[in-house]
Structures are given as C-alpha cells and as structure tokens.
C-alpha cells in the first residue's frame, strides 16, 4: 500500500491595519494585499483545501490562492467564547 502524506500550511493574515472595534470586518492594507499574493504564488502548487476563518483579512489574504486554483473558500466558525478551540466547525459562504 502507498503512503500518503498530508502537509498543512498556516497561514497568519496578511498585514491589517488595526482599528478598535471592527475585529472581523478590517480588511489588509495594500501591502497586505501584495503579501496576500505573494502568499499564492508561494503556495499554488501545494494546495488542494482552502479554510479561513469568517475574518475579512484573514478571508482576503487566501481568496487570491482560492481564486488561481479554481478551490471553494471554506470558512471556519469561531466561537468567541473561551471554549473557542472545542467549537470550531466549518460553515458555508452563506452563513457569515
């Protein structure tokens, strides 16, 4: 039987201007947008999932590797209690 080898890459957002008060919904400065696609062009032979989580720089700094790959942006759910890390599940585009 053939081994089969499953790599996962991490991927912080991209540089984001911090703005009290508008944690999900800040988007990436235009350098964050120009490392978003260095990012892809790092990474587009490597890819086959793509998941983010429902924050907008976090959404915008993989959109562009979705995007040249033809993949589907999965996004996962965070809870922002402290239970975080037991709640998470994926959810569909619609749902954010």
């Given at each position: 039987?053939?081994?089969?080898?499953?790599?996962?890459?991490?991927?912080?957002?991209?540089?984001?201007?911090?703005?009290?008060?508008?944690?999900?919904?800040?988007?990436?400065?235009?350098?964050?947008?120009?490392?978003?696609?260095?990012?892809?062009?790092?990474?587009?032979?490597?890819?086959?999932?793509?998941?983010?989580?429902?924050?907008?720089?976090?959404?915008?700094?993989?959109d562009e590797l979705a995007n040249r790959l033809n993949l589907r942006l999965?996004?996962?759910?965070?809870?922002?209690?402290?239970?975080?890390?037991?709640?998470?599940?994926?959810?569909?585009?619609?749902?954010?």
């Open positions: 039987m053939e081994e089969v080898t499953t790599k996962i890459y991490m991927v912080r957002h991209a540089e984001s201007k911090y703005v009290p008060g508008v944690e999900r919904t800040r988007g990436l400065t235009d350098k964050g947008i120009l490392d978003s696609k260095i990012v892809a062009d790092i990474l587009q032979d490597e890819i086959d999932v793509v998941v983010s989580s429902p924050y907008q720089r976090a959404i915008q700094t993989v999965n996004y996962m759910k965070i809870s922002e209690s402290a239970e975080w890390r037991k709640k998470d599940i994926l959810i569909k585009r619609e749902e954010i």
